[in-house]
């Protein structure tokens, strides 16, 4: 009997064991699930919002809206900073050419000066009484000659070249003029424009050449229609009308005096005096 229950008892102890056991088990795998759970419906991940950008040799994580702004920055600035530069080289260019311009010009006018020297020479004497001089001379002169050919042509080639710069700046400021004269005169038009030309001309006595070319600043054109509208209005207050039929009207003089005069013939003083009574 002890026997069997030794047995019994071992068996309890086993199954107790393999219970512990299945127990510890499922206790594992669940600690393991719970490791690898998901985020529940409805729960999103937050990305990594952020952007590593370089910066004076340095790097740095921003935000990536900072990171964009910065970018952007640093465009701008290139941008900018790239313009600047061509806009110096351009000047540093324009500098350059119209010193040698101005250089190439004063050599013409020296050489010029030295060959009206030389055709003042007594050639036939020279030859007399030194032809190996004369020779020389002729040379020399030969040489200024062909100097002063190749200095014309590279002189007015460039002219030529600053003469067409001139015309495009003109063509360029005339058309900037143009949208500015739009964009701040009422009514702006080509007959405005043409009207606004013969009034200056004929007021003025600019030429058309002076008057067009005055268009690269709009500031003369708007004086001009200011000009124009006010000679407008004066011949408008100083025109005289003539009443159908020839009549009169009754014109005050004085002190109660009354006198009847067509405006026609009023003077300018009597007009404008008709004129605040009124009529």
Same mark, same amino acid.
Not at 69 to 80: A, L
Not at 153 to 180: N, Y
Not at 205 to 230: C, E, M, N, W
């Given at each position: 009997m002890e026997q069997e229950n030794i047995a019994e008892d071992s068996q309890d102890h086993e199954v107790n064991d393999?219970?512990?056991?299945?127990?510890?088990?499922?206790?594992?795998?669940?600690l393991e699930t719970d490791g690898d759970e998901q985020p529940e419906e409805g729960q999103e991940e937050?990305?990594?919002?952020?952007?590593?950008?370089?910066?004076?040799? %340095?790097?740095? %994580?921003?935000?990536?809206?900072?990171?964009?702004?910065?970018?952007?920055?640093?465009?701008?600035?290139?941008?900018k900073t790239m313009a600047v530069a061509d806009q110096r080289k351009a000047l540093e260019e324009r500098t350059q050419f119209f010193e040698q311009f101005s250089s190439e010009a004063a050599q013409l006018k020296a050489i010029s000066?030295?060959?009206?020297?030389?055709? =003042?020479?007594?050639?036939?004497?020279l030859f007399q009484n030194d032809s190996t001089l004369a020779n020389q001379l002729q040379r020399k002169e030969k040489e200024l000659i062909d100097q002063r050919t190749e200095l014309m042509q590279t002189v007015a080639?460039?002219? =030529?070249?600053?003469?067409?710069?001139?015309?495009?700046e003109l063509a360029?400021?005339? !058309?900037?003029?143009?949208?500015?004269?739009?964009?701040?005169?009422?009514?702006?038009?080509?007959?405005? !424009?043409?009207?606004?030309q013969d009034f200056a001309i004929d007021t003025f006595g600019f030429s058309a050449a002076d008057v067009k070319a005055s268009?690269?600043?709009?500031?003369?054109?708007?004086?001009?229609h200011k000009a124009f509208l006010g000679d407008q209005l004066s011949k408008k207050q100083t025109s005289k009308p003539k009443p159908e039929g020839g009549g009169t009207v009754t014109v005050l003089k004085g002190k109660g005096a009354v006198t009847s005069k067509n405006p026609a013939q009023m003077s300018d003083a009597e007009y404008l005096k008709w004129r605040s009574k009124g009529y």
């Amino acid at each position: 009997m002890e026997q069997e229950n030794i047995a019994e008892d071992s068996q309890d102890h086993e199954v107790n064991d393999q219970e512990s056991n299945a127990e510890l088990e499922t206790e594992n795998e669940s600690l393991e699930t719970d490791g690898d759970e998901q985020p529940e419906e409805g729960q999103e991940e937050l990305d990594d919002d952020s952007e590593e950008i370089e910066f004076n040799d %340095k790097k740095f %994580k921003l935000p990536k809206d900072i990171a964009e702004g910065v970018k952007s920055m640093r465009k701008d600035y290139t941008e900018k900073t790239m313009a600047v530069a061509d806009q110096r080289k351009a000047l540093e260019e324009r500098t350059q050419f119209f010193e040698q311009f101005s250089s190439e010009a004063a050599q013409l006018k020296a050489i010029s000066n030295q060959l009206v020297e030389f055709k =003042q020479l007594d050639w036939n004497t020279l030859f007399q009484n030194d032809s190996t001089l004369a020779n020389q001379l002729q040379r020399k002169e030969k040489e200024l000659i062909d100097q002063r050919t190749e200095l014309m042509q590279t002189v007015a080639h460039k002219d =030529q070249l600053m003469k067409q710069e001139r015309q495009q700046e003109l063509a360029k400021s005339i !058309e900037s003029s143009e949208a500015v004269l739009r964009r701040e005169i009422k009514g702006w038009s080509p007959d405005l !424009e043409r009207k606004l030309q013969d009034f200056a001309i004929d007021t003025f006595g600019f030429s058309a050449a002076d008057v067009k070319a005055s268009k690269a600043d709009p500031r003369i054109y708007k004086l001009i229609h200011k000009a124009f509208l006010g000679d407008q209005l004066s011949k408008k207050q100083t025109s005289k009308p003539k009443p159908e039929g020839g009549g009169t009207v009754t014109v005050l003089k004085g002190k109660g005096a009354v006198t009847s005069k067509n405006p026609a013939q009023m003077s300018d003083a009597e007009y404008l005096k008709w004129r605040s009574k009124g009529y």
